[in-house]
């Protein structure tokens, strides 16, 4: 999708689709119902002004009326999409909405678009990067191997300021929105791909290949590297499988880079979780293709990254390994020795991500991280607690909770904060070893947690479980059913907000 801003003279702008937002701004309860579009051009307020206030569009979030032919202006149609009521719209609505403007225009086989950016104080000039992240993330389609596939993706967006917008700053924050979102679609790809077809060594691959393109650093190892650095937690998992684990690790290092802080990002790669020996039952196995979700945010997290270039030095690690059962695999009750040196009690090879990311948190430590920030498709409990509307989060320091939690609200993403008691630490007491892992029956999303926090120690750590998150079950109308892309978005916002 090619973006170009435009500055005015949107009733004079030719295009097959010209789309602007309204607002609900009914002012009492039993008022006549009152529907606002968001734009100074009063070409168009006219154009929409005999079906307004008919009843058939009430302006709530995400409605759509199409008009065909509209009175005075130049476009073959124009589309207004709702926002919700003018008191409670947020740039979140304006994302979504341009999302649900984009999938109107795909089932309708447009491809060329003019949108009008909504002027409102609310907004605060934000406006530009939520419209370019709500159309592109809108164009995303995962039906890649459908061989009647048809490219309906979306082939320009123009994107029409007021009349005297400052159009440089305008750019700026609409490239922002870009590359957020592109990245966010390539994490969405990575999460796409079937386990046969994104082995950890096509994870590791596909890392490189977007490294090299947006100048970071990567390095893939594999088997070898997991023994010299005594990985036994993350080795635990990847014995059991015949394909090859790879530890990914991206570096971007800002030019002139002062001491400061050293962000650390650690993902959950798990291209196939089968529970391993603790085998998971049939129905909906196939599901666990996604289990990779936590470290391909982290990929694309470092795109974005490359690209926007905060003054901040940051390093991913993806800890990649399928988690299969076999004769060579793991046991429940076998004891294996962590990179940290803590022993853990196998209890249930099922809770395989929480081994893999042990090992990824001290490496990363080890490479130098002073604040750590994991995300991972780590338990179901999490949607069982937060159901398929926020990811769940943690934390061992209220300040970089903060910075995270601050982050998310400016990216629409939701998370929910859940605790992380002492009392629970006795939940993963083992009897022979320093930890086991798994915690019993309750609280299992946050036992899980409990258990990263042992290897974080006192590093600040921000966990994520996207597990509720990572794939969505139905379509919405911003967005394909699918892949997510979770967390991509909230993560850049917190590596961005330790640039200095
Ligand atoms: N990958 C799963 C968690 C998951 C479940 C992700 C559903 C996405 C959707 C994880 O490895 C797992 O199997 N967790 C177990 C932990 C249990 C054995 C303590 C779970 O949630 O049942
Ligand atoms: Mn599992
Ligand atoms: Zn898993």
Known sequence: ????????????????????????????????????????????????????????????????????????????????????????????????????????????????????????????????????????????????????????????????????????????????????????????????????????????????????????KCEVYGAEKLHELKMGAFWSVAQGSDEPPALIVLTYEPEGAQPGPVLGLVGKGITFDTGGISLKPADNMEKMKYDMAGGAAMIGAMRAIAQLKPKVKVVAIVCATENMPSGKAQKPGDVQIAMSGKSIEIINTDAEGRLVLADGLAYAKQLGATHLIDAATLTGAVAVALGQINAGAFSNDEETYQRFSNAANRTGEKFWRLPLDEEYRDLIRSDIADIKNTGGRYGGAITAAMFLKEFAEDTPWIHLDIASMAWLEEAKPWTAKGPTGVGVRSIVEWVRSYAR
């Open 1 to 216: 999708m090619r973006t170009v801003l435009q500055c005015g003279n949107a009733a004079g702008t030719e295009t097959e689709l010209l789309i602007v937002f309204t607002t609900d701004t009914t002012t009492e309860k039993d008022a006549k119902p009152e529907v606002t579009l968001l734009t100074e051009e009063p070409s168009l307020r006219q154009a929409a002004a005999p079906f307004l206030n008919t009843g058939e569009f009430s302006s709530n979030p995400n409605e759509t009326l199409l008009l065909h032919a509209p009175q005075g202006l130049q476009a073959r149609r124009l589309l207004l999409v709702g926002l919700g009521k003018a008191s409670k719209t947020t740039l979140n609505h304006v994302r979504r909405a341009a999302g649900t403007a984009v999938r109107f225009a795909k089932a309708r086989r447009l491809r060329n678009l003019c949108m009008v950016a909504p002027v409102s104080a609310a907004f605060q000039e934000g406006a530009e990067r939520a419209i370019a992240e709500g159309a592109i993330l809108a164009d995303f389609d995962p039906d890649t191997y459908r061989s009647d596939r048809k490219d309906l993706s979306i082939e320009s967006l123009t994107v029409i300021l007021a009349e005297g917008a400052e159009q440089h700053a305008a750019e700026e924050r609409l490239r922002h929105g870009v590359v957020l979102a592109e990245s966010q679609n390539f994490t969405r790809s990575l999460v796409n791909e079937p386990g046969n077809r994104l082995t950890p060594t096509v994870l590791g691959r596909k890392a490189a290949e977007m490294a090299s393109e947006c100048g970071l």
